[in-house]
């Protein structure tokens, strides 16, 4: 069985690849090519000698997933459909954006978190990603876009908790440090408090957006289960204590649902809720979905503008999420896995723009 290669910080790729070579130097060269070049095979490292490629081949691999489908959006937006090793297939969004890409990421195939506004909780647990499979959909998303590394953003808003799934998530950051700067890479989460405490204590740190949806304990229990375990009071006492380098700040996701959580009384408590943190929110109006997500509703635009006015009003840097990619079921809260009988679902979340003003 061979060695994957991909999902490896180059020092590890260094030290599984020096028993095999005869000169130092061939190991940077390798490491090269995989992070920062993005090999697909050994073939294309023709600065290494054929024989040596031959033998790196018998013992290694660059595995990634493999892709089954890819759907395109009216509005540029591409959705993924991926199977990785063992069968398990996931989804992964690109979004265009100016010069720039989006790449959103999955960590799990599943979700147990269980948030009643996102399809992907109606697909159970799943199982973790491994770093090969996490790494792997940027690799093949930046190949096939024929992206450089310094015009992507990543976003681990895709299948799964990422913090559910830090052994194979540190890894996988590690990699994508290689090319990608931790200030354009952001792994929200549902507020899993060990794994922020987990996230706090990383030396290289990615940007943090957590899913907040409501500013009361009672509310979140109701459409975020896995709050009654890590509750909200808790939550804000590890964020206030999260280190934060200057200039940065914590990104609050807030799903807009019609007549639950979108009044302006609302967003008066949420901005009581987040003073003294250096915040910002990210409003996502709901997107609907009658199948999976049955009573509930998307607000209308007054609606939203209004809730976002209140807290820019405050002082607070607030954006829309405008979702991209609907048309193909790629906006946020519709990913989806597929079984081989059909489709189940799922979603990820998208890049913001600010609320109209009026």
């Not at 996988?172 to 890479?185: D, M, N, Q, W, Y």
Request: with cysteine.
């Amino acid at each position: 069985m061979t060695i994957p290669l991909t999902g490896r910080p180059a020092a590890e790729i260094v030290r599984l690849v020096a028993p095999h070579v005869d000169r130092p130097y061939r190991t940077r060269q390798v490491a090269l090519w995989v992070l920062q070049r993005n090999a697909a095979s050994f073939d294309e490292m023709t600065d290494l000698p054929r024989d040596l490629r031959a033998r790196l081949a018998e013992r290694f691999d660059l595995a990634e997933p493999r892709v089954v489908e890819v759907q395109t959006s009216t509005d540029g937006s591409r959705k993924y459909l991926l199977e990785l090793g063992d069968g398990t297939t996931i989804e992964s969004v690109a979004m265009p954006g100016g010069r720039k890409l989006t790449l959103c990421l999955s960590t799990q195939s599943g979700c147990a978190v269980g948030c009643t506004f996102c399809v992907t909780g109606t697909l159970g647990a799943g199982r973790n990603l491994l770093p090969w499979e996490i790494a792997g959909q940027y690799r093949l998303m930046v190949r096939h876009l024929d992206t450089p590394p310094e015009r992507v953003n990543i976003v681990f808003m895709g299948m799964g908790e990422p913090l559910l799934n830090v052994d194979n998530l540190g890894p996988a950051l590690e990699t994508l440090f290689e090319t990608v700067s931790p200030k354009r890479i952001t792994v929200s989460t549902s507020g899993i408090l060990p794994g922020i405490r987990w996230l706090a204590g990383l030396p290289r740190r990615p940007k943090l957006a957590v899913s907040l949806n409501a500013p009361d304990q009672e509310r979140r229990e109701r459409i975020m289960p896995i709050t009654r375990r890590y509750p909200l009071a808790e939550l804000m006492e590890a964020l206030r204590a999260f280190p934060l380098e200057r200039g940065r700040r914590i990104t609050f996701e807030y799903v807009l649902i019609g007549g639950f959580n979108d009044r302006v009384e609302d967003a008066a408590a949420t901005v009581r809720l987040l003073r003294g943190l250096p915040a910002k929110v990210n409003v996502i109006p709901l997107n609907e979905d009658p199948v999976h997500l049955p009573g509930l509703r998307r607000p209308d635009e007054d609606t939203v503008d209004r809730f976002a006015e209140r807290i820019r009003r405050a002082g607070l840097v607030v954006t829309v999420r405008r979702s991209k990619g609907s048309d193909v079921a790629a906006a946020c809260g519709q990913l989806k896995r597929r079984d081989q009988a059909g489709s189940n679902a799922r979603d990820h979340c998208l890049p913001a723009r600010s609320p109209s003003r009026r």
